[in-house]
């Protein structure tokens, strides 16, 4: 990560976004990509479906793109062709669609498009997943686990993900798939990112500057353990529930910001350039 | 961390080095930090043992250390501390005892002595660990995990740690405790770190323009898994092995060197500086 410039928005989407609202968070995708001038490329990765690629190539020109290619990588080796890699040079935003985020850090990791991806992002690229392409966007990754209020040892896998920010770890499907407690549980083992549970067709708009603006119909639930106080991970049994003292939680819903410097919530921005 | 300056040496030790081989690693680590000009803080946190700090000070102060004050954080308000923070400052060197590297997450993750040591190491600072200290230096740790040389994707739980680098996640008792499988296991999730596996009285000095040198007993296991062509864990069943195909494996033995940018190893540094 470079500290110098301006790096590009990073926009983890908690999945079904496309269906829903008339497309407001791609709409805004595409509007930060430099609407008619944008160029985006898909990457379908995650998917098992065929049509990932073509369906977001039209929806995102639908919208206003100027041009959007999907980028398929299917195998490790597709991940060092030459000809895609200077595709991607070329982009103002990438999007990463959903489906199994190990597909993505067993495909890409490590390869030169995760190199490229994290080096774009740094230099002023916008990059968006949705689902599991928002799970995939940052260092800590939820790999899998399970649903549940209470948070438990086993809950949770995490594995290292794309690394374009290591302040949050995200989670989606969040109130549809009732994910509290497996993030939690990520929080417990080392209570230093921010969990950021997505709901479905809500988007973390994360700007450089570190702020975090909500958009879409759903909420953001903002964990930060930065005053915990006590976790008990590292003396729970396994299948027992994990003690974790002193969180604090937001529930954000569309325009709510959260500063993640200052660990500060509100329901919208101060200022009035909304 | 910060691309100006020099960062201190990160140091993860495999355990069990005090106790054998005249102190050959800790001794290297004190003339590292000064000689009879070092001034080091040790972190007990990770151990149960109330004499733990106490022992690392007169171990080291025997070595030639100027002076050594052990800073036992015990809790997550020990380590908001102003006193102890001050101390910590003034330090050459930090060296974090081993136990439980999820006493270590769970208690320093997110706190300011967290961050003050990461800033530590940017500016210069060395810092070592040994056993649960050395697991916890590092972005991605492995917080526990099974015995055995086949990987499966239950074997190894991976955790935030202090996160001085995420070029490599370290294991330690490596070959006493037979843990090829969970390593191989952290890499498969996403291969893009190093794997680095330390025998007990072994160390790997990682110097700050990211070469690493061996010192000890022992052996280190290098598992490179830049050249992987592909990994099962996106669709592996619990319990059955992954798949991993093309990892680059080195066990190198004291005053073996590998360079992580160019991913070289060789049984001894090439100029004659040694």
Redesign the interface.
Known sequence: ???SGERGYIVPIGGAEEKLRDSEILGRFVRLCGRDRARIAVIPTASEERDTGSRYESLLEKLGARTVVSLPFD???DANDEESLDALQEVDGIFLAGG?Q??L???L??TPV?KLMRKLNAAGVHVAGTSAGAAFLC???I?QGEEGPTPR??MV?????L?LT?RVIVDQHFRQRDRLGRLLAAL??????IGIGLDEDTAAFIAPDNTLEVRGSGAITVVD??E????????VRPGHPVSIIGVRLHVLVDAGVFDLESKRAAPARASSRR
């Open positions: 990560v470079q500290e195998s490790r080796r199994n190990l597909r850090s067993t495909t990791g490590g995760a260092e800590h990754m790999a040892p086993e896998t995490l594995s290292p993900g690394g290591n417990a083992y080392n209570p230093f990112a353990p930065s915990v106080e006590f976790s008990s991970m590292d003396s």
